[in-house]
């Protein structure tokens, strides 16, 4: 059983670009959560999809959007680029987020370096 | 904006020592979630811990947690050389019928042979 899978696992983009970062859950999963992570910092929630619609948002801009296929697939996308975006970008997958005590499995994650 | 903060920021153990890290938070709960990363790569769940249960174990970790004090610990008994990682707790909140995860800044752990 393949677990979440992201590519891709590397990515340098200039200023003012755009990237956009792809997401597989793990087989069975229909709900797709992204991080952000700063070097020496934990994650920091993004926005969360289900049933193809972004359920919660966090504190980041609107450059910063997504989007869940019916296969519950999910992309990231960031536009005009700013030296501060470089990060890991993480994935996490989990079961319907109707039920509580719910565990999220994580991808290796995308490396973006911003130049 | 971060929710649980870890302590200490870094330890460092030698083979054979237990390690313990704490995480302290600010907000009502329904679960704490301790994770590993290795090498800045991908985040692995090592436990849940529910609201209401005070302690759990798993191989040779223990969680306890003390929802009076918004306070959780990892113990990780009989340390080994591959548990050198960083290790996060996480707060789930349940925000709004859906369940996002909140990090602390995590603990760096350095187990030497």
């Known amino acids: 059983d393949a677990g979440v899978t992201q590519s891709p696992t590397h990515l340098i983009k200039t200023r003012g670009q755009q990237v956009t970062l792809r997401c597989s859950p793990k087989?069975?999963?229909?709900?797709v959560s992204w991080y952000q992570q700063a070097l020496g910092q934990g994650p920091q929630f993004i926005f969360q999809y289900y049933e193809e619609e972004e359920r919660q948002r966090g504190n980041f801009p609107d450059r910063f959007s997504g989007h869940q296929f019916p296969n519950y697939s999910s992309e990231l996308n960031v536009n005009a680029l700013l030296l501060g975006d470089s990060a890991l970008y993480l994935c996490?997958?989990?079961?319907?987020?109707?039920?509580?005590?719910?565990?999220?499995?994580f991808g290796q994650g995308t490396r973006l370096t911003v130049v | 904006s971060q929710q649980g903060e870890e302590d200490p920021q870094a330890l460092s153990i030698q083979e054979g020592e237990n390690a313990t890290m704490n995480c302290s938070y600010k907000t009502s709960i329904n679960n704490l979630q301790w994770y590993r990363q290795n090498s800045g790569r991908g985040l692995v769940h090592l436990i849940l811990i529910r609201s209401n249960e005070r302690e759990k174990h798993s191989g040779r970790l223990r969680v306890t947690l003390d929802t009076s004090k918004k306070s959780s610990s990892l113990l990780i008994t009989a340390s080994r050389a591959a548990d050198t990682a960083s290790y996060f707790c996480a707060t789930d909140g349940w925000n709004s019928g859906y369940s996002t995860l909140t990090f602390g800044k995590g603990t760096m752990l350095l187990v030497s042979p």
């Open positions: 087989s069975g999963h229909d709900t």
């Open positions: 996490a997958s989990s079961l319907s987020p109707t039920g509580m005590n719910t565990e999220a499995f």
